[in-house]
């Protein structure tokens, strides 16, 4: 019956075709309640019955389930009918919950009796998925609008924001001053505050031309990849580590970080990075960097505590996968469909499963990869490391025990009833060794030295029931672990990537009935929504045919998605204001015309996104003042119009990287290993087994986003300033104000060590009186010179500062008014 339910919800608008006009409306909903709210997911009722397939009439025929199971015409004789009033061999459907009203089962027996029609194929069921929703329509380049105002256009964005604005009998602002303009471009662009001396040439470059090649030099920097990467690596659900209580550290993780980052800088066209990310390993002859890129899907989460299920943790993995793609490229909700057909878009369950099909043949690896540099240092301490692990192994009886305790588990894994002892190890060997479980029944003499190595950490960390036997008491098997884990921490081995590839025998993939993966329904292919276009003819149906539809000129959704998330990080709102969800329930474009000249233009670059980013910032639209006007307090205050700039504060990374700039602290390597900056104390304290090795040096003081994030205890600034939690895709982050992030700048270790050493290079770098001092201060933080009653205000604290340090001490009060200036709403917003 399984199949049969399914198949009717699948097909709601084909079973309203059957009604008399004047009532077809009311009778498609009254099925799409039967079927998708009291009949989704039951099953195990008649053997003849499984098999049918009412999405295909032609299938359906084929099988002979028509007759018995809905006999068109007589819903007297209909199987289905039977099965869901008076039941057979005691079952009935539903097997769970309220039965059938009488109503909902006169509605069934209408259907059948007015002919069950339904569609001769599935091709012709998908032609009832077709929406005539705004984001679903082909995109189209229209022509710019012509204005009154034609002298305030840099470009057609112009254009198009201009119209709106003489529509609404509004007018731009001015543009903002070139100080303003240089700020806001550096934070924009590379992250970070502009230089005093910096700002001197700028202001001294006359030339008509300055501006656009302030552009292209921040479009060229190094830093240029940093600071979009963390826009990217919040849509990954980018993290170091696995999450839920164990939450292991993910040492490698940071390879798919500065694969972003290169990728970036490099400016590879979007269609590419797309490629490399969904299906880099099924490129012809993918390179290390390719395999690098598909680090995207290793960014799920990975439980690995006791009484995992091993195949539900892989099938939560792979719906990660699909959901995070789907809202990545098509800024759809797809995951509102994995229990039923999504209640407000044209996606229906066995859409969402279709989705899901491309990550289901994938796997994780984890390649050896070692970085330039890693193996010489490597192999010349790899004779001490040995020696010192032979002495671990003889002193904890390694090579003695563990041969007895791999057949005591291989044995509960033929006879796991039996043995139930030791079948809880044999859980423990999956659920904390990847392929733990493969990887015991290979013969030892044929594994990889990994493989043998991680065998060993099992066998320490989960001995089973060898650790009670009474003369293995004197073996410590938990100390023995915690002193291979502190010998590996101290010889660190060489880098690997983690990736995915295609398994050699990938499984099938069903329906999940109600979400189930314990309940499969009916057998789907890998393929894509039917509201979007379909997959090339022909080709093969992999997560490369996937890749390569999400960016072809047919798909209606990746191209919007993709440029209004550029708007959204230079104006702090998208277009489209919820750029997650482009689907009906998503907030209409305010724009249209625009965002769909954009996304034209985006495909038409050969998908530039440097060449996009540019042409927004040199539009006079971004270059507008942020000054807030009386006339759209009331008219526009969200400034969903565009008749000024936003002022936003900082993202939590850009904050860090802007006081450790300004301060003169800040390391500015790119790319490389995560850090742990210091922590607030009491930090450790809340998190299960989590360590924090401060880094120390030049390494401390690196930007942002290059912080260790660990997800059972994310660093609390960042947490502060609305980081996402890296459990999820996160398409905009929320910027709150509260108590927590004024205590944090003031009273935490990183920025108060930052306030000393911007006071030390105010001391350094501007001798002198102290209204010098303050003025080179502001410029150093603000990008401007203070105004004569800001000036007076902070001299006069500055004095009153020193006065009541012991000694008159000038440091003390220069670090006092430093921390003024790192606190304040101008120091922390992109004006």
């Not at 679903?136 to 229209?142: A, E, G, N, S, T």
């Not at 759809?332 to 066995?350: F, G």
């Not at 000024?644 to 500015?668: C, H, W």
């Amino acid at each position: 019956m399984t199949r049969v339910v399914f198949g009717l919800i699948a097909l709601v608008p084909a079973l309203a075709s059957g009604a008399a006009p004047a009532a077809r409306v009311d009778f498609r909903e009254s099925i799409r309640t039967i079927f998708e709210k009291r009949c989704i997911g039951c099953h195990g009722s008649a053997q003849q019955m499984a098999g049918v397939r009412l999405d295909d009439r032609v299938k359906a025929l084929a099988g002979g389930y028509s007759g018995p199971v809905i006999l068109p015409g007589n819903s007297a004789g209909s199987l289905l009918i039977r099965m869901v009033t008076t039941g057979r061999d005691g079952k009935v459907m539903p097997p769970a919950g309220a039965r059938l009203t009488e109503a909902e089962v006169a509605i069934l027996r209408r259907w059948i009796d007015e002919g069950a029609k339904w569609p001769e194929d599935a091709s012709a069921a998908a032609q009832h998925s077709r929406s005539s929703h705004w984001a679903f329509q082909p995109v189209r380049r229209p022509e710019p609008p012509a204005v009154r105002n034609a002298n305030w256009i840099s470009n057609s964005i112009d254009a198009f924001v201009l119209a709106r604005l003489e529509q609404e009998g509004l007018a731009p602002s001015p543009e903002a001053g070139k100080r303003a303009l240089f700020r806001r471009l550096s934070l924009d662009l590379v992250g970070l505050p502009p230089t005093p001396s910096e700002i001197a040439r700028f202001l001294a470059d006359a030339e008509p031309a300055a501006y656009e090649r302030l552009v292209d030099r921040l479009l060229a920097s190094p830093h240029f990849g940093e600071k979009w990467a963390r826009h990217w690596l919040d849509l990954a659900r980018y993290a170091d580590s696995d999450g839920y209580d164990q939450d292991a550290v993910r040492p490698n993780a940071w390879r798919y970080r500065d694969w972003v980052i290169e990728a970036l800088n490099q400016n590879m066209p979007f269609d590419r990075f797309t490629r490399e990310q969904i299906a880099g390993d099924l490129l012809p002859n993918p390179t290390l960097e390719q395999l690098a890129a598909t680090g995207f899907h290793r960014n799920t989460l990975t439980p690995r505590e006791g009484g995992t299920d091993i195949e539900r943790r892989r099938d939560e993995q792979v719906m990660d996968r699909a959901n995070t793609v789907g809202t990545v490229w098509l800024g759809l909700t797809v995951e509102c469909a994995r229990c039923h057909d999504h209640k407000y878009d044209p996606i229906s369950q066995k859409d969402y499963y279709q989705l899901f099909a491309f990550f289901n043949s994938a796997e994780e690896v984890d390649l050896d990869a070692p970085i330039p540099g890693e193996v010489g240092p490597y192999l010349q301490r790899l004779p001490e490391y040995e020696k010192k692990l032979r002495e671990l192994m003889r002193r904890y009886r390694v090579t003695e025990l563990q041969p007895r305790w791999e057949a005591e588990v291989r044995a509960a894994a033929a006879h796991p009833e039996a043995r139930l002892e030791w079948t809880q190890v044999l859980e423990y060997l999956a659920v904390y060794f990847d392929h733990g479980r493969e990887i015991l029944m290979i013969p030892p003499a044929q594994r990889t030295p990994k493989q043998a190595h991680g065998m060993m950490r099992v066998f320490l960390k989960y001995p089973g029931p060898m650790a009670l036997e009474p003369e293995l008491k004197d073996v410590k098997f938990g100390q023995g672990f915690k002193e291979l884990e502190d010998l590996d921490r101290a010889y660190p081995g060489l880098g690997e990537l983690n990736i995915i590839r295609e398994m050699r025998d990938p499984p099938k993939t069903y329906i999940h009935l109600r979400g189930d993966f314990r309940s499969p329904g009916i057998e789907v292919q890998p393929d894509v929504p039917a509201v979007l276009p379909p997959l090339a003819a022909g080709v093969k149906r992999d997560r490369l045919a996937l890749a390569n539809w999400l960016v072809s000129p047919e798909n209606p959704l990746t191209a919007r998605v993709a440029v209004n998330r550029l708007w959204q990080e230079l104006f702090g709102k998208g277009l489209v204001a919820t750029s997650e969800d482009f689907g009906t329930r998503g907030e209409p474009p305010t724009h249209p015309k625009l965002l769909d000249w954009l996304a034209a233009e985006f495909v038409a670059s050969g998908w530039d996104v440097k060449h996009m980013i540019k042409l927004i910032a040199m539009s006079a639209t971004y270059r507008q003042s942020s000054q807030v006007r009386q006339d759209l307090e009331t008219r526009d205050p969200a400034n969903r119009l565009l008749a000024r700039q936003s002022r936003m504060r900082l993202p939590a990374e850009l904050i860090r990287d802007a006081t450790l700039s300004v301060s003169g602290l800040l390391n500015p390597a790119v790319g490389g290993k995560s850090i742990r900056p210091p922590l607030p104390a009491g930090t450790l304290e809340v998190a299960y087994r989590a360590r924090w090795d401060e880094s120390q040096g030049p390494e401390r003081y690196r930007r942002g986003l290059y912080i260790l994030f660990q997800r059972s205890i994310p660093y609390p600034q960042l947490m502060n300033f609305d980081a996402p939690n890296s459990l999820l895709t996160c398409s905009r982050r929320e910027r709150s104000t509260t108590p927590l992030q004024a205590l944090n700048l003031l009273n935490d270790p990183v920025f108060f060590e930052a306030a000393q050493a911007f006071a030390f290079r105010l001391l350094r770098e501007q001798p002198g009186d102290p209204d010098q001092r303050i003025r080179y201060a502001y410029e150093l933080a603000l990008g401007r010179l203070p105004e004569a009653d800001e000036l007076a205000t902070v001299k006069n604290y500055y004095l009153a500062r020193r006065q009541r340090e012991p000694s008159g001490n000038d440091t003390a009060a220069w670090v006092g008014v430093s921390s003024i200036l790192l606190n304040m709403d101008e120091f922390l917003t992109r004006e």
